[in-house]
């Protein structure tokens, strides 16, 4: 007892700490016990009278009514008075004990309730018992003889403990007195092990944090280049484009890669318009393949035009793509800001060259030129980008030139790299089974984002020869785990690159292969002359003498 209220009740200090190890230690083995009493304890008053006076326990002469519980020392507790609670019969008196497990805790010891984080289902599960539920002599004996027993477990349950020392520090406390002392060899075994932990844990964090450090100031460098060299590009290179675009200076700086700001505005000059493609021309082809799509939707308004299986065929495979277009960016699907968009070009093109259709692998190259322009320079871009000679062989399945192609990637494969043209050529591993696919996306498909970005700065800028000396580097910069893989996962390897690829350190392997837009163009003039020379022999044996 700590005190008296104003009531010249006694009061009762509960540590909080106490009461919920005593309250979780009970109440998962004496649910029984406490449900058992509750539907004989809870009686309120029937008269509306309040309590007057104490009714006293045949074993103990103190007052058993019960005091609120006051804030005192700094420590919240709840107030709750509960002398005026009456008995069922309506007669004023007082509750003898309170149920807790399997014992009934005596409330002459002032036991209060405590706040949360008890659970207040617990709570209401005390059962406060009468002296008319135990008129009987043989029921009257088993409590008294309970409230005895809960009254001296209470005294220890609600007695003071010692503060609770940290969970780090229990590595140093001694044992109890019931097991063997420490061995001072073991003691000194068990600090040494915890300072080493300790220390691991802070140099650990160090290096995070000095890591974080690293990678802000990395960040932040790249972020003063990147502004830098867009001031650049804007006020020195784009006015006299036609001046300086194949300068030195520029080219070195073209190499580096381009600025996401200026990068759309410089593919655009790089490639030009050979086709004369006009804006307008893509708004007319976008409403040519919308009625398309329509007529598809339904074949009811197509009317006297009858629409191909050839474009219908287009626009499923369209549909189709457009759904797999860089899934992890979420912008190309449907409801996607770019969705709409990645259709109507390639729509567009479909409508305007027929003679090609669409071809898979088109979806990736359009969406790439989207994230860079607006959609009408992405439909002319596009156009003229499949008008290439590489692109026109691959995109048309012309064979006879895409086997040329691939007989130059060869020759430079097996002069660049021989260690793993052997081991390819050993696994019979043919560049049409990885090379088609790189092709026909522009590596968009197999690398991140970043790397391909840098890919076709330089591919705009040197043309196809670009295209097999960044297939060389990337052969060259992964060689060590191709030479020890087996063939099914080298395809798979090929297919999906890693996405950590350093675009820095793909374009170091790149420039050591040493493969030259001039190298690369007199190789590709001797193998089509080659190849014709043979096509007129075949035509001449084929043709019957007179």
Known sequence: MNGLDDNNTPILEVDIEEVRSVSESSCSNDQRSVHDNTARSRHGSQNGQSMSSSVHSSENPEPEALSPVSITNGRKHHRRNLSNLTTGSGRSGSMDSVSLGNSSLDYNSHF???PSPIDTSTLEDISLHD??????GDSKKKQNSATSKMSSLARKLFKRSEPVVLTTNLIFENRPSNLPAKNPEEEQAQRKAYEEMVAAAKRKEVAELKKKQRAAEERKKYEEAVAACTNVWLKEILPEWHLVNHTKRVHNLWWRGLPPKVRGTVWKLAVGNELQLTKNLYYI????AQDTLRCCKDPSRQGRNVIKDETMENVRDIRLDVLRTFPNLCIFQESGPYHDQLLNVLGAYASYRPDVGYVQG???LTAVLLLNMD???AFI???NLLHQPCQRAFFRMDADMMFVYFDVFNL????ALPALFNFFTHIQLTPDLYLIGWVFTLFSKSLPLDVVSRIWDVYFRDGDSFLFAAAL???RMYMPQLLHMEFEVILQFLRKLPEDMSADLLFEHIKSVGLTPRKFQHTMVELVDMNNVERRKKAAALTPKN
């Open 473 to 475: 580097g990337i052969l």
């Open 412 to 415: 430079f494969f097996e002069e």
């Open 362 to 364: 088109m979806s990736f």
């Open 375 to 377: 959609p009408a320079d």
């Open 112 to 114: 209060t309730e405590v």
């Open 285 to 288: 082809m976008v409403d040519r």
């Open 381 to 383: 871009l596009l156009s």
């Open 131 to 136: 002296e008319e539920d135990s008129e009987e």
